[in-house]
């Protein structure tokens, strides 16, 4: 079974300060992976996602995560925290040739000035 | 160019009531999907069409919940009756198709938030 795991259900960091999410996947096949943001009252939005290449992915507003395959990880990163950066993190695997995505439960990110 | 739209944006009934939801994908997006979020969790998928097939339903109830996408374009959402458990925010998402366009991502609209009385 495709399954996607966010150990943390909130993080907290101060503004300025590096943060990660967190992201683990299980799946059969190859992996295609992707982090979504929510922000209150709106619906996903897209922030980066890996499919071949290069293991360190770079997306929207600062964002980079990094595909390690040995440890099936997929953590989301950034160097310096922003306040407008909290929100809430969803990670997504999509298998195959399908177009299906199973996401994980969500990490809330509290930056604080 | 316009994004995944939904409506209505919120909408209260009381229990044993039907309710549907609207969505129009972006333009040429031949893959739809609906999803249930409850609050501070993760997507749901529901259904999942290619055009006007749906090619994944196995998450649907089926005793109380139908979809639609007639043309291949739009679609629908439909609860009948609606029960209390239902209350939840009901997303949809559209991404083109896979064989031709590559690994995207969805794309996903603003969601309607459900409360059931």
């Known amino acids: 079974a495709q399954s996607v795991a966010q150990p943390e259900d909130q993080v907290n960091v101060a503004e300025g300060n590096p943060l990660t999410v967190k992201c683990t996947y299980s799946?059969?096949?190859?992996?295609?992976l992707f982090w979504y943001v929510q922000y209150p009252n709106r619906g996903l939005q897209f922030l980066l996602k890996?499919?071949?290449?290069?293991?360190l992915v770079k997306g929207s507003y600062g964002f980079e995560a990094e595909f390690n395959k040995s440890q099936t990880s997929f953590h989301l990163k950034k160097p310096s925290a922003l306040v407008s950066d909290s929100a809430l993190y969803f990670c997504?695997?999509?298998?195959?040739?399908?177009?299906?995505?199973?996401f994980g439960s969500g990490t809330k990110l509290n930056v604080k000035p | 160019e316009a994004g995944v739209v939904q409506s209505p944006r919120y909408k209260i009934i009381e229990k044993k009531q039907p309710v549907a939801f609207w969505c129009n994908p972006i333009?040429?997006?031949?893959?739809l999907y609906w999803y249930l979020q409850n609050l501070g969790q993760g997507p749901e998928l529901l259904i999942r069409?290619?055009?006007?097939?749906?090619?994944?339903d196995s998450q649907l109830p089926k005793d109380r919940f139908s979809a639609e996408r007639l043309k291949g374009v739009d679609s629908t959402l439909k609860i009948q009756p609606a029960e209390l458990g239902d209350s939840a925010v009901y997303l949809c998402?559209?991404?083109?198709?896979?064989?031709?366009?590559?690994?995207?991502?969805?794309?996903f609209g603003p969601g309607t938030r459900l409360t059931v009385l």
């Open positions: 998402a559209s991404s083109p198709r896979a064989a031709t366009t590559g690994y995207n991502e969805q794309f």
């Open positions: 799946v059969s096949g190859n992996p295609y």
């Open positions: 890996y499919i071949t290449g290069d293991n």
């Open positions: 997504a695997v999509r298998v195959g040739n399908f177009n299906k995505f199973y």
């Open positions: 333009s040429g997006h031949n893959t």
């Open positions: 069409y290619e055009n006007e097939e749906a090619v994944d």
